[in-house]
T-cell receptor, first 107, second 112 residues
Framework: AQRVTQPEKLLSVFKGAPVELKCNYSYSGSPELFWYVQYSRQRLQLLLRHISRESIKGFTADLNKGETSFHLKKPFAQEEDSAMYYCALSTGNQFYFGTGTSLTVIP | SAVISQKPSRDICQRGTSLTIQCQVD?????MFWYRQQPGQSLTLIAT?????????ESGFVIDKFPISRPNLTFSTLTVSNMSPEDSSIYLCSVRQGNIQYFGAGTRLSVL
């Protein structure tokens, strides 16, 4: 079965502190992993994908196949990062989303 | 990237009635998807709508309850039929382009 796990429902950090949102996946094939973000009153949108290997809004995520993880990291959190974050796995035919992590950055 | 227009953005409905949600995409797409997003839970795929064929429903969702139309490559509708309070949720239209999923703004449905 394909599955995406985000163990933290809620995460609070202070502004300027590092932040890591955890994501683990379970898939027997070659996965494509994504992070989606939903800011307050906005639509769900793509933040980054692992094959791009780029930094978006200061966020990076590295696919670790050994640990089957795709954690999202940012060295210095900003207030505008407060949002709901979803990790997603694509098998080509199907997308699977984690349950999401609500990030709050405390000023 | 695909731009998706979804309407209505929200509605409050009475038990036993039906609501049809519309989804318009600014480009032609083969596959359109309908998701449900309940508070505190992940996105749940309801069905995949392909143009020219019947929608494919996920386990737990049936056509009688959630009929879907896909008349062309840029448009789809989802109807929530015979609504009950348990149907209160956010319904999302989504399309896939280049293995990236794009989402509409969602329809927030409240059933009284």
């Amino acid at each position: 079965a394909q599955r995406v796990t985000q163990p933290e429902k809620l995460l609070s950090v202070f502004k300027g502190a590092p932040v890591e949102l955890k994501c683990n996946y379970s898939y027997s094939g070659s996965p494509e992993l994504f992070w989606y973000v939903q800011y307050s009153r906005q639509r769900l949108q793509l933040l980054l994908r692992h094959i791009s290997r780029e930094s978006i809004k200061g966020f990076t995520a590295d696919l670790n196949k050994g640990e089957t993880s795709f954690h999202l990291k940012k060295p210095f959190a900003q207030e505008e990062d407060s949002a709901m974050y979803y990790c997603a796995l694509s098998t080509g035919n199907q997308f699977y989303f984690g349950t999401g992590t609500s990030l709050t950055v405390i000023p | 990237s695909a731009v998706i227009s979804q309407k209505p953005s929200r509605d409050i409905c009475q038990r036993g009635t039906s609501l049809t949600i519309q989804c318009q995409v600014d480009s032609q797409v083969t596959m359109m998807f309908w998701y449900r997003q309940q508070p505190g839970q992940s996105l749940t795929l309801i069905a995949t709508a392909n143009q020219g064929s019947e929608a494919t429903y996920e386990s737990g969702f049936v056509i009688d309850k959630f009929p879907i139309s896909r008349p062309n490559l840029t448009f789809s509708t989802l109807t929530v039929s015979n609504m009950s309070p348990e149907d209160s949720s956010i319904y999302l239209c989504s399309v896939r382009q280049g293995n990236i999923q794009y989402f509409g703004a969602g329809t927030r449905l409240s059933v009284l």
